[in-house]
């Protein structure tokens, strides 16, 4: 492939624009509001880290906004240009079958990951948490319904779209296994914004790999998309539950 296909390639530019929405918009669209003066509170902020910090609730729902909006602009890439095939969803019980399994290799690691975490010397290295999880349980403790709704419907729906039916599907559609491990990191890599750890960037590479996987055996978006709700479901009902 030349440069210049490469260059004029959608699927490319629609993956990095999908890619820069998670990473800066967020944080553009805030210092747009903390310069404005918009406030729940009606208070006005000498900085952006006073604006963060007590504006945690505008902030959530601002997310959870450019979330849905995300969304939306998936469904009209896939419905309302010539990009891709659009057909009709149809779940199968093997997705669900699958879905368990998933589960079960992906708490495996977590085992692994903790018993690497007592043993003398080298658990130091496996001995801390996730930011993201830590983000996320803080989500569905605080804000409930946009947690559940954003954890179990929204992010699955949307990254298997850009990182399983974009990335592996179109931009590597020839070269399935090469965009299984590039799609793999880059999905571990965005979930380690809240803060890099050893444990949770084996574990979100791990689960990335176990989806793309999924999706390469099935040649379904189906399959990983049942599965990345899955785990995320069980991970949600766990932290509503939680002591």
Do not use: C
Request: aromatic share 18%; no cysteine; net charge positive.
């Amino acid at each position: 492939m030349t440069l210049r296909n490469i260059i004029r390639n959608p699927y490319l530019w629609m993956f990095i624009g999908f890619l820069l929405s998670y990473l800066v918009l967020g944080k553009w669209v805030g210092y747009l509001l903390f310069y404005l003066g918009v406030s729940l509170h009606g208070q006005t902020y000498n900085s952006y880290s006073q604006f963060r910090a007590n504006e945690e609730t505008l902030l959530i729902y601002l997310s959870f906004i450019i979330n849905i909006l995300r969304f939306v602009v998936i469904l009209f890439i896939v419905y309302k240009t010539k990009w891709f095939t659009h057909r009709k969803l149809i779940l199968k019980k093997k997705d669900f079958r699958y879905a368990i399994y998933a589960f079960f290799i992906k708490a495996f690691i977590s085992i692994i990951l903790g018993i690497l975490a007592s043993i003398p010397k080298i658990g130091v290295y496996f001995n801390s948490g996730s930011p993201n999880q830590d983000k996320v349980e803080h989500l569905i403790q605080n804000y409930i319904w946009v947690g559940i709704l954003f954890s179990v419907i929204i992010a699955p729906l949307t990254e298997e779209f850009i990182f399983r039916k974009l990335l592996i599907g179109k931009l590597f559609k020839d070269k399935e296994y090469s965009g299984l491990i590039v799609s793999s990191v880059l999905f571990g890599s965005l979930h380690l914004m809240a803060g890099f750890t050893l444990p949770g960037l084996i574990l979100y590479i791990s689960l990335g790999f176990i989806l793309g996987w999924l999706y390469i055996r099935n040649k379904r978006i189906e399959t990983s998309i049942i599965a990345h709700m899955f785990n995320n479901f069980i991970g949600t009902v766990a932290v509503i539950f939680k002591p």
